[in-house]
């Protein structure tokens, strides 16, 4: 046995204090979790109080349940703005969301400061058939001001049953006054997949990422192919104003384009919770030119989606600078009808990029020329929402994005272009870029039906 060993011993059974280098950091360690411990518990003890002079002193009578939701939603604001408490009325309506049916305006919208700021109008709804943008903020509901209401109760007043009308009285920057905005609610069925052939190009509008959305886009590619009477010149795969939904459908949407490869990996708070996620053998589109258009209003799921076919160089990506939403969302059952809907992980791109802030950025940048006031209309993303996720990888682009030449391709104005017969300047200049990619499908150049979709 070793001499310094005895030694060790010796003092320790001598009841002699062993020399500070060898007494480990345990006890210091367990005294600051034990000093943290009380203060937490301090603080609870804190909240209870102030809980019970609430419940014994304010003027009007309160509610229980009211007061311990509104500390817990208080709790979940504190983070970010996509972590939130659902109780059994919000439970449900995100499910009538997330089949995508119920009644109401197809609005999706965010709390900011008190009012509400729309995100995202959804296509083919009455919200974006009657002009409402994203950007734009809902002050009155029938002229009654709903201003330091919750985002809740806001939702609740604007949808109803189909056929009832509702007037949204809207702010939009840029414009000196406010105007009032009549609406007929519909029953919102999101057809999360819609398609179109324009000369031989399949154009794939994705609008949502709900429970059907990756086996609806597999759909459209065999409905195209069979359409066009053999493979079309490529696709345009439009994910504008899409605000995003299920991760595991933004995978197989990716998917279906891709033969190998990452897709979207996820980040947790330890260094090893990491998943990924890969695309299986089998390209639906075979291999044909594929372009991608996003916007301001393209989150989430859709810039997975976006990120994914940008990175493994098997789609140009068009447009303006996505929304930046890089956060995973987890729902956390509590109760049968309540769960918390809490962050849980980053994702990143193929690459490693996270689009947490920045978003992707196009890799051909294209104005919506067609809108008269894209200019004037200031963008709303990610960055512009109170205590939103800080990406620290974060590259400064403004550099680049300083570019006081005006490009030559992007001068014509929304009444010329109105002329022309061109609502859609963005994908119509998609399918311009299209048809030199890949050449009208010539009939002679037709081909079999593709394969049956992986599964």
Do not use: C
Not at 173 to 202: M, T
Not at 425 to 441: E, V
Request: charge should be negative; proline fraction near 5%; glycine fraction near 8%.
């Amino acid at each position: 046995m070793p001499k310094s060993l005895l030694r060790s011993i010796a003092l320790l059974a001598a009841g002699a204090a062993i020399p500070t280098m060898l007494i480990p950091t345990v006890q210091s360690a367990r005294a600051a979790e034990s000093d943290k411990a009380s203060d937490t518990y301090h603080q609870l003890d804190q909240f209870m109080n102030v809980f019970q002079k609430i419940r014994s002193d304010y003027v009007d009578k309160t509610d229980d349940k009211a007061l311990i939701k509104g500390a817990i939603d208080g709790m979940l604001a504190s983070l970010d703005p996509h972590s939130s408490y659902l109780d059994a009325h919000d439970f449900q309506q995100m499910k009538l969301t997330t089949d995508g049916n119920y009644g109401g305006l197809g609005l999706t919208v965010q709390a900011e400061d008190g009012v509400v700021k729309v995100v995202t109008p959804t296509e083919d709804t009455p919200a974006w058939r009657a002009g409402i943008k994203s950007g734009d903020y809902i002050t009155h509901i029938n002229g009654k001001l709903i201003y330091g209401t919750t985002l809740d109760d806001a939702v609740d007043q604007m949808r109803g049953d189909p056929g009832t009308k509702v007037t949204l009285t809207i702010v939009r920057p840029g414009r000196d006054k406010p105007f009032d905005v009549p609406l007929v609610r519909e029953n919102i069925v999101i057809k999360p997949v819609k398609w179109e052939i324009k000369n031989h190009i399949g154009i794939i509008n994705i609008n949502s990422f709900s429970k059907q959305t990756g086996a609806d886009t597999r759909a459209a590619i065999a409905a195209i192919t069979k359409a066009n009477g053999g493979l079309p010149t490529g696709y345009v795969i439009d994910l504008r104003d899409d605000p995003g939904g299920l991760l595991d459908q933004a995978i197989e949407t990716a998917d279906a384009f891709l033969d190998h490869g990452e897709i979207v990996s996820q980040r947790g708070r330890a260094k090893d919770d990491i998943e990924r996620y890969y695309a299986h053998p089998g390209d639906d589109a075979k291999g044909l030119p594929v372009i991608v258009l996003v916007n301001a209003g393209s989150a989430s799921a859709a810039e997975i989606v976006a990120g994914a076919l940008q990175d493994q160089r098997r789609a140009l990506v068009m447009g303006e600078r996505s929304f930046g939403k890089g956060s995973v969302q987890t729902l956390l059952p509590l109760t049968e009808d309540t769960a918390l809907r809490l962050t849980t992980a980053r994702y990143y791109t193929p690459s490693g990029r996270s689009v947490q802030e920045g978003g992707i950025q196009p890799d051909v940048m294209v104005p919506q020329l067609s809108d008269p006031d894209y200019k004037d209309r200031p963008k709303f993303r990610e960055n512009d929402l109170r205590r939103h996720l800080i990406n620290e990888a974060k590259v400064d682009d403004s550099v680049l994005e300083a570019d006081d030449k005006t490009d030559p391709r992007f001068t014509v104005t929304a009444d010329a272009l109105k002329k022309q017969g061109v609502t859609d300047f963005q994908l119509h200049y998609a399918l311009q870029t299209m048809a030199r990619l890949g050449g009208p499908l010539a009939p002679a150049a037709k081909v079999a039906l593709a394969a049956p979709a992986k599964h």
